[in-house]
C-alpha cells in the first residue's frame, strides 16, 4: 500500500518544484530588468575597448602628419617667413623652423595638391616617436615663369610624437624614393644600440672616403651599382633622379665590437626645385677583407 501512494506524490513533488523554479527565474528576470541586480560588463565589450584606444592615435597620427606635409611642401621665393609661421607648431622645440630647407637658390616654388599618409611604423627604441610615411603629389612653378608648372610626385618620412592631445614633428622629414612591391622577407635584426669606442684617425679617413663614395653612387647609380656597397648585396632604389649629393659633414665613427657606427650630417639637392636639404643619418658598417659594406643605414635624431 505504501508504494502506491509514493508512486502519486512523485508527479506532486515533481510539479511544485517546476512551479517554485519558474518563479524563482521570473524572479530574477524582473529585477534585471528593473536594475536591482547588476550585471557584470559583458567579455565582448571590455574586449573590443582596448581595439579603440589603439586605433585612435593612429588615426591622429595619420591626420597631423598630412596637415605638416601639406605646410611643409608649399613654399613660395621670399615669403620664407610666412612659411616658418605656418611651421612653427608643428616642430618640437628649439628646431629649425624651416625643417632643414635653404630657398637662397631655389629655382621653383611648390605646393601639395594631394596629401596622404602611406605607412605607420612605430620606432623600436622605446623613444615614442612614430614614423609615418607620407605620400605628396606637389605642383612646382618656375620662380621666374610662373606659368612653367611641372608636377612631382614626393614620398617622405615624418616622424611624430605624442604631446598633450596633439603631436609634434621631433625631426627633419626625410625624402625616400616610391616604395617598390616585392615578395615577403624575414625582418632584418634590430640595429645595434648606440655605443661603442672611438676609432683612430686611419680608420676614421677610410670611413669617411667609403661614405662619400656611397653618397655619390646612391644618389646617381643603378640599384645593382648601390647594391655593391650593401652586405647583402640586395638590389635597393636609391635617391637617383631625386636628389643629389651635395656634402657630408660632422662624420664621427665609433666601434662596437666588429661593427662600425658612423653617424653624419649630408647636405642633398632635391633635383626638382634646387632647395637644399639637410638629413642626419646613422650606418652601420662592417669592413670585411679590405673592403667596406653598408649594415644598415637609418636617419637619426637631429
Not at 170 to 185: L, M, N, T
Not at 260 to 265: G, I, S, V
Request: with cysteine; net charge negative; proline share 5%.
Amino acid at each position: 500500500m505504501e508504494r502506491p501512494i509514493i508512486c502519486r506524490k512523485i508527479p506532486r513533488i515533481l510539479f511544485w518544484l517546476l512551479i517554485i523554479y519558474t518563479a524563482c527565474v521570473s524572479t530574477v528576470v524582473l529585477a534585471i530588468q528593473f536594475g536591482l541586480i547588476q550585471l557584470p560588463p559583458r567579455q565582448l565589450e571590455a574586449a573590443g575597448e582596448p581595439a579603440q584606444k589603439n586605433t585612435q592615435p593612429v588615426i591622429g597620427e595619420l591626420a597631423f602628419a598630412e596637415q605638416f606635409a601639406r605646410e611643409y611642401l608649399f613654399w613660395t621665393q621670399g615669403k620664407e617667413e610666412s612659411r616658418a609661421e605656418r611651421l612653427k607648431p608643428f616642430w618640437k622645440p628649439n628646431m629649425d623652423v624651416q625643417g632643414g630647407l635653404d630657398f637662397k637658390q631655389v629655382q621653383w616654388n611648390s605646393y601639395a595638391r594631394n596629401v596622404s599618409a602611406w605607412a605607420v611604423k612605430e620606432r623600436d627604441d622605446r623613444s615614442g616617436v612614430t614614423e609615418v610615411t607620407v605620400y605628396a603629389e606637389t605642383i612646382l612653378s618656375n620662380v621666374n615663369n610662373p606659368n612653367d608648372q611641372k608636377r612631382v610626385d614626393r614620398y617622405m618620412i615624418v616622424p611624430v610624437k605624442k604631446a598633450g592631445e596633439s603631436y609634434l614633428v621631433v625631426g627633419y622629414p626625410r625624402f625616400i624614393p616610391p616604395p617598390v612591391a616585392k615578395a615577403p622577407a624575414e625582418e632584418e635584426e634590430s640595429r645595434k644600440e648606440s655605443g661603442g669606442e672611438a676609432v683612430d684617425q686611419k680608420v676614421r679617413d677610410e670611413v669617411e672616403q667609403f661614405m662619400k663614395s656611397f653618397w655619390k653612387v646612391y644618389t646617381t647609380g643603378t640599384t645593382e651599382e648601390i647594391a655593391y656597397f650593401e652586405k647583402n648585396n640586395q638590389s635597393l632604389p636609391g635617391l637617383t633622379g631625386i636628389m643629389s649629393f651635395s656634402e657630408m659633414k660632422q662624420l664621427t665613427v665609433r666601434k662596437k665590437q666588429d661593427v662600425y657606427l658612423a653617424d653624419c650630417d649630408v647636405l642633398l639637392e632635391d633635383l626638382a626645385s634646387g632647395a637644399k636639404i639637410t638629413d642626419h643619418y646613422r650606418f652601420e658598417l662592417v669592413k670585411e677583407g679590405g673592403r667596406w659594406y653598408v649594415i644598415s643605414m637609418e636617419q637619426g635624431e637631429v
